[in-house]
């Protein structure tokens, strides 16, 4: 159960990352390759609100909130707006990312900063098997996030709207919906969830500039296994890629467990092309 | 003084710098069906996308209830009262049909609960919708999506609905069905523009019709004064 626990707890930020990246996906047809940087500059800022500035929990997840919500705004404004179509806002975003990664080396150095969870540190016993409780507020917020994010999208009307833009933006312009501002929404959004998740994965991954790129890998890795714009697709795609991945180190050995979770997203998308959970999309000509 | 809702005046317009229309001139008034007729690729649609915002204005001016839409952003002009139903039954084909109507009442500004009251209007006009609420948009017949599109666009309570080949890919049973419906809203007071190949049918229901080709109206005439129906449909091909 330990390496299950582990496993899922991995899965966890990887799906974290990818609802990050499908909810850029679903609301404009692109990807924002900087979003597991905005994870990285949220577990930086938990770092300094905790240990630098010793504020209190909650100030701390209001702070990485802000903080990368603006930063993702600032993205979305210099990044992505100005840049007419898909291809080259992956170009941009990465760009964008990349800057940020320097930005934290800059400021916090290159040695892995150690952020505090505000549970306990000892590992507790659940059902046989031994976890942190910070990783069980991981695997707890991912699957929140996606059921949250599941009840926005079918209940309100905004939700509703966003997912109307992903099929066809004009026609939901035609509808009275203003575009521009939903996308805009969607990526100061991912900018808060960022935030609020580097305040949870930064006990398990540790505050390091290099963290946005491995997350952002694994992420994608699992966006593909669940399928692109699918939120519950997200979710099981990263749990499987945190379960793979612990399984192959405990088992084959830790230079496996890259191999392992390749295999099987080439394996996914050998049995269904579009994902887990991902639909073919549909064009009226 | 003119009592049109909108009124297009030598409208230039096109596809960014692109012009594909270059000197449009007509009237919509509430309670009455403005046909634009002519040939494919004549400047109907391009012309009607103008109208919503989505195609830049080159020039001539656009006066919808005594103010210009120039400056005014299409989404914006769904709020003002001015609905475009796209040609190709264009629906969101993933949602149910509830949830593309719903999306209809969007610029509306009501709550979720308000607009479901919203919905039995629709209903009435449409009942196989009510029948087809729970079910994707994208698996109902062409006709039934047709009744989707138009559905949406009532649910902002437009003053002016345009219609962009509403027969379109349908059998004739559904066409006479559809084109029913769109004099009921005639008569219910909506200024109607309407864009047909079907130029019998848009006659019918028309009380002005403007011909378009090249980019340049043709034939502008009411149709109470249209003695040759022939001359239209010659106009129509170019002719």
């Avoid at chain 1, 306990?120 to 409780?133: F, H, M, N, P, Q």
């Avoid at chain 1, 069980?136 to 926005?152: F, K, P, R, T």
Wanted: net charge neutral; aromatic share 8%.
């Amino acid at each position: 159960m330990t390496l299950i626990y582990a496993g899922l707890s991995l899965g966890a930020v990887y799906a974290l990352v990818a609802i990050g990246y499908n909810i850029v996906f679903v609301a404009s047809r692109s990807f924002n390759f900087a979003q597991a940087q905005l994870m990285m500059i949220g577990a930086f800022v938990a770092y300094a609100g905790h240990v630098t500035f010793g504020l209190p929990a909650v100030a701390v997840i209001v702070l990485a909130m802000v903080v990368v919500m603006v930063i993702a705004a600032i993205e979305e404004r210099i990044a992505v707006r100005p840049v007419a179509d898909h291809q080259t806002q992956l170009i941009t975003t990465l760009g964008f990312g990349t800057v940020l990664t320097g930005l934290a080396q800059l400021i916090w150095g290159t040695q892995p900063l150690e952020v505090p969870f505000i549970g306990s540190k000892e590992a507790i016993t659940l059902a046989g098997g031994r976890v942190y409780t910070f990783e069980i507020g991981l695997i707890v917020m991912a699957v929140v996030l996606v059921v949250g994010i599941h009840l926005y999208t079918r209940r309100r009307l905004n939700g509703l709207a966003v997912v109307a833009m992903s099929q066809d933006a004009e026609a939901a312009v035609l509808r009275g919906v203003n575009v521009r501002m939903l996308a805009f929404s969607a990526f100061a959004v991912t900018g808060l969830l960022a935030g609020l998740m580097g305040f949870f994965i930064g006990p398990k991954t540790f505050a390091v500039a290099t963290l946005g790129s491995a997350l952002a890998l694994k992420g994608f890795v699992a966006l593909a296994i669940g399928g692109f714009g699918s939120f519950y697709g997200g979710l099981a795609g990263g749990f499987t890629v945190g379960l793979v991945e612990e399984h192959a180190a405990r088992y084959l050995g830790s230079e496996f467990s890259n191999l392992s979770v390749f295999a099987i997203l080439l394996l996914v998308l050998m049995i269904r092309p579009t994902g887990l959970f991902g639909k073919v999309q549909e064009r009226m000509v | 003084m003119s009592d049109a809702l909108l009124s297009v005046a030598n409208l230039a317009t096109g596809y960014g710098d692109l012009r594909a229309v270059w000197d449009v001139s007509f009237e919509a008034r509430p309670g009455q069906v403005t046909a634009l007729l002519g040939r494919n690729g004549s400047g109907k649609t391009t012309t009607l996308r103008a109208v919503a915002g989505l195609n830049p204005l080159h020039g001539g001016e656009l006066v919808y209830d005594g103010r210009p839409l120039a400056q005014i952003s299409a989404h914006a002009r769904v709020k003002l009262g001015i609905s475009y139903v796209q040609e190709g039954k264009r629906v969101f084909r993933e949602q149910t049909v509830q949830e593309n109507l719903l999306l209809g009442g969007y610029s509306l500004g009501l709550r979720r609960r308000a607009l479901e009251g919203e919905l039995a209007r629709i209903h009435e006009l449409f009942p196989i919708l009510r029948d087809k609420r729970d079910s994707p948009a994208g698996s109902l017949s062409g006709g039934q999506q047709q009744m989707v599109a138009i559905g949406q666009a009532l649910m902002a309570r437009p003053r002016l609905l345009m219609l962009d080949e509403p027969s379109g890919g349908l059998a004739p049973s559904v066409v006479a069905e559809v084109m029913a419906r769109v004099a009921e809203l005639k008569a219910s007071g909506l200024a109607i523009v309407l864009v047909e190949q079907a130029v019998e049918a848009a006659v019918e229901i028309a009380d002005h019709v403007t011909v378009i080709d090249v980019g340049k109206v043709v034939v502008s005439s009411p149709v109470a004064e249209i003695d040759d129906l022939e001359r239209i449909k010659d106009a129509c091909m170019g002719r």
